[in-house]
């Protein structure tokens, strides 16, 4: 009877490896097909997941790149993924098809941090009506902010104010200056978001860029991409648990200075920010049930409005603070240029840019450089469609490498190095070039570019028309290379900042 129960129990075994087998036989279809792009083989359950080192996929990809060419094919567990590098063929994917290629892929993550179908947010909406819905309200809403009290403008040139006297604070004495940009990018969302800065050291502020900076240093890339490719993972309670912990908090936290805010609203007052503009537009909809304007939906919207603007943003604000320690002479001529346009009499505006070349193309290379979304965002196919010649069938996870295209051989002299002269002609004036793209392009484009690049130019220029920032003495010269988890992240580092 045991030895009976024991072939049993063999039988239902093999049986249940041939059933994944075959599973993962057709889940491999794809590959079969006439000119879908070549890749390394997948082993059965995790396909190719553990080939590619996610603590730096730039590498990993730069590698796989160089073995099966610009447009490559991986499998992660289940899921079909192509990744499409260098500026030639991302542009083809993302621009010329873009009607093709600006679906995201749905996530099982997704669904424990409360998206839905009434409610999926932007960055994470599929690419249709409710996506373009909250894409047209988010990009008119920030283009119109200013026919309030205060412009957009006026609220960045205060904060950078705010953050100088918090930087003069430390008195030329070393310190880490992460925390501190940090929240005053967080105060540009909150003015856009609530109409109101937080004190930098009030405790929701303190908590807000403690759960942002823990966030950035979770580490669960790997286990990320396989709960997402096997969605039944999320039915573990300890994966469940693990997988956006952060995130999670800060949504928590962000509902909270929401609710407060709603109770204030006042439907015949005008709009006092973006969170009214949403409330206007619920009270419009009373009734509508296929529009995406709802109290779920705002609550998304605004964290992901918040998560984008604020770690992206101060990540880089970090990254040129870093590289101006590293190349004083580069510091120096930023600041003969602000001398020469600006002076020491008043803060710097948005006018000033078009008269600051150098200043434009240290920004501009500090971006290039610093490659902060590598990967970009994934993307989806939402038909089949065609990018190099290769196939690329409905439904298929994108990856458009963005460091491939902001680290081009082809397209700049220096890729690995930082030289601002990439973005300057021989007599000194700025050049846009086609392969900065650390926005992504195509439908999908970063909506907030507009205002991310306002916030990089006058942060950087208020600090340093006030600072001169070098490594502490007796300090070793800090690193150039950055962590990548969810954004690269520039090496912890120490500066001083010493009035000038
Ligand atoms: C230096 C700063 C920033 C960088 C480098 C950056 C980069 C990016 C990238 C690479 C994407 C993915 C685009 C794609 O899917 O192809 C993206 C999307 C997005 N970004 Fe940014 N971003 C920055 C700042 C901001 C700011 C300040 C905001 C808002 C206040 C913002 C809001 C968004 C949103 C909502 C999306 C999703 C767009 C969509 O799916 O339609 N970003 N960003």
Redesign the pocket.
């Known amino acids: 009877m045991g030895l009976l129960s024991g072939d049993a129990l063999f039988s239902v075994a093999v049986a249940v490896v041939i059933f994944l087998l075959l599973v993962d036989l057709m889940h491999r279809r794809q590959r079969w097909a006439a000119r879908y792009p070549q890749g390394p083989i997948p082993v059965p359950g995790l396909g190719n997941l553990l080939q590619v080192d996610f603590r730096n996929p730039a590498y990993s990809f730069y590698k796989l790149r160089r073995r099966f060419g610009d447009v490559f094919s991986l499998q992660f567990a289940w899921t079909p993924v192509v990744v499409v590098n260098g500026l030639a063929a991302v542009r083809e994917a993302?621009v010329t098809h873009g009607e093709d290629t600006s679906d995201?892929p749905p996530t099982a993550t997704s669904e424990l941090i409360g998206f839905g179908p009434r409610s999926q947010g932007?960055?994470r909406?599929p690419y249709g009506p409710a996506?373009r819905e909250q894409?047209r309200f988010?990009v008119s809403t920030?283009r119109n902010f200013g026919l309030g009290k205060k412009s957009l403008e006026q609220w960045v040139t205060e904060e950078a104010s705010c953050l100088c006297d918090a930087f003069a604070n430390h008195a030329g004495q070393p310190f880490r200056p992460n925390a501190l940009m940090s929240k005053a990018v967080c105060n540009v969302?909150t003015s856009?978001i609530y109409a109101r800065r937080i004190e930098y050291d009030d405790s929701v502020m303190i908590r807000l860029t403690e759960l942002l900076e823990n966030g950035l240093k979770e580490d669960n890339a790997l286990l990320l991409q396989l709960v997402n490719s096997v969605p039944l993972l999320t039915r573990i309670p300890w994966v469940a648990a693990k997988v956006l912990r952060s995130q999670r908090s800060i949504i928590a936290l962000i509902h909270d200075l929401l609710t407060e805010h709603s109770t204030a609203w006042d439907p015949d007052q005008p709009p006092r920010d973006l969170t009214d503009a949403f409330l206007n537009e619920v009270h419009k909809a009373k009734g509508n049930s296929e529009n995406s304007f709802n109290d779920e939906n705002l609550r998304l919207v605004i964290s992901?409005?918040f998560l984008?603007?604020m770690v992206?943003?101060s990540v880089?604000l970090s990254w040129a603070l870093l590289l101006m320690i590293l190349h004083p002479d580069v510091q120096c001529r930023v600041q003969r240029e602000i001398d020469e346009v600006i002076g020491q009499g008043r803060r710097p505006e948005m006018a000033d840019q078009a008269l600051m070349p150098f200043t434009n193309a240290v920004i501009h290379e500090v971006?290039r450089f610093a490659d902060?979304?590598p990967m970009?965002?994934p993307?989806m196919t939402s038909r089949d469609t065609e990018v190099q010649g290769f196939c690329i069938p409905k439904g298929t996870k994108l990856i458009?490498n963005?460091s491939s295209v902001l680290k081009d051989e082809t397209v700049w002299e220096k890729p690995l190095q930082f030289h601002p002269e990439h973005f300057l002609d021989s007599e000194g004036r700025f050049v846009k070039r086609e392969g900065f793209m650390?926005?992504?392009?195509?439908p999908?484009?970063?909506?907030?570019?507009p205002?991310?690049r306002m916030?990089?130019f006058l942060f950087f220029t208020c600090l340093l028309q006030r600072f001169s920032f070098s490594v502490p003495e007796g300090q070793p010269r800090p690193s150039d290379r950055g962590t990548v988890l969810f954004v690269a992240s520039p090496p912890p580092y120490q500066l001083c900042a010493v009035a000038r």
């Open positions: 993302l995201r932007i960055i909406a996506w894409r988010s920030l969302i856009l992901e409005l984008a603007g992206t943003t880089t971006q902060i979304v970009g965002v993307h458009t963005l650390p926005f992504s392009a195509g999908r484009i970063c909506l907030g570019e205002l991310a916030e990089l």
